[in-house]
T-cell receptor, first 117, second 110 residues
Framework: DTGVSQDPRHKITKRGQNVTFRCDPI?????LYWYRQTLGQGPEFLTYFQNEAQLEKSRLLSDRFSAERPKGSFSTLEIQRTEQGDSAMYLC???????????????FGPGTRLTVT | AQRVTQPEKLLSVFKGAPVELKCNYS??????LFWYVQYSRQRLQLLLRHISRESIKGFTADLNKGETSFHLKKPFAQEEDSAMYYCALSVNTGFQKLVFGTGTRLLVSP
């Protein structure tokens, strides 16, 4: 499967614990996005990377959230001191922007479902 | 502020009936709009974008700037069209942040 992959697919944690999710984008894609989706809502933008640079962060991304994309390949999203309100599906997407063949399409991964008890 | 509104949470039709999934947006810039679809147990995927003006799986969507709408239409629904449909607006220049609506679940009954 050459699509976007995310690990783990499901995570159950206790309030106050730290969790880390991983996203592997499509290999040649230079942009990577993180979204959060809660029940009954559409995905909400969290942050995105152009190669290894984090170019924009949503106000939804509190100080407890941090994202990295070392070497411009895979990305990690860490949530510290989890709260019940963090329970959601965390989606990763990637796209190819720029020459020679730019793509407007964001390709989504299957998501990581986080449950905070 | 940028906003996408999908007023219907659920749209239920019979096979062969016409379908229209409504989408309205609020954006002060030049809008770039998309429809994404999520079939059961599958990941979110792009269905169509307004710039391409193409028909995908029989679906079309026309951007109406006067009414700030981007409704998705299909003249004859099929059972395999049953899925969750999200309208999305790309904000800023380029294809960066997507602002999604809350989605409409389409159920096509035989």
């Amino acid at each position: 499967d050459t699509g976007v992959s995310q690990d783990p697919r499901h995570k159950i944690t206790k309030r106050g614990q730290n969790v880390t999710f991983r996203c592997d984008p499509i290999s040649e894609h230079n942009r990577l996005y993180w979204y959060r989706q809660t029940l009954g809502q559409g995905p909400e933008f969290l942050t995105y990377f152009q190669n290894e640079a984090q170019l924009e962060k949503s106000r939804l991304l509190s100080d407890r959230f941090s994202a990295e994309r070392p070497k411009g390949s895979f990305s990690t999203l860490e949530i510290q001191r989890t709260e019940q309100g963090d329970s959601a599906m965390y989606l990763c997407a990637s796209s190819l922007v720029g020459a020679p063949v730019p793509s407007y399409e964001q390709y989504f991964g299957p998501g990581t479902r986080l449950t905070v008890t | 502020a940028q906003r996408v509104t999908q007023p219907e949470k659920l749209l239920s039709v019979f096979k062969g009936a016409p379908v229209e999934l409504k989408c309205n947006y609020s954006y002060s810039g030049s809008p770039e709009l998309f429809w994404y679809v999520q079939y059961s147990r599958q990941r979110l995927q792009l269905l169509l974008r307004h710039i391409s003006r193409e028909s995908i799986k029989g679906f079309t969507a026309d951007l109406n700037k006067g009414e700030t709408s981007f409704h998705l239409k299909k003249p004859f629904a099929q059972e395999e069209d049953s899925a969750m449909y999200y309208c999305a607006l790309s904000v800023n220049t380029g294809f960066q942040k997507l602002v999604f609506g809350t989605g409409t679940r389409l159920l096509v009954s035989p």
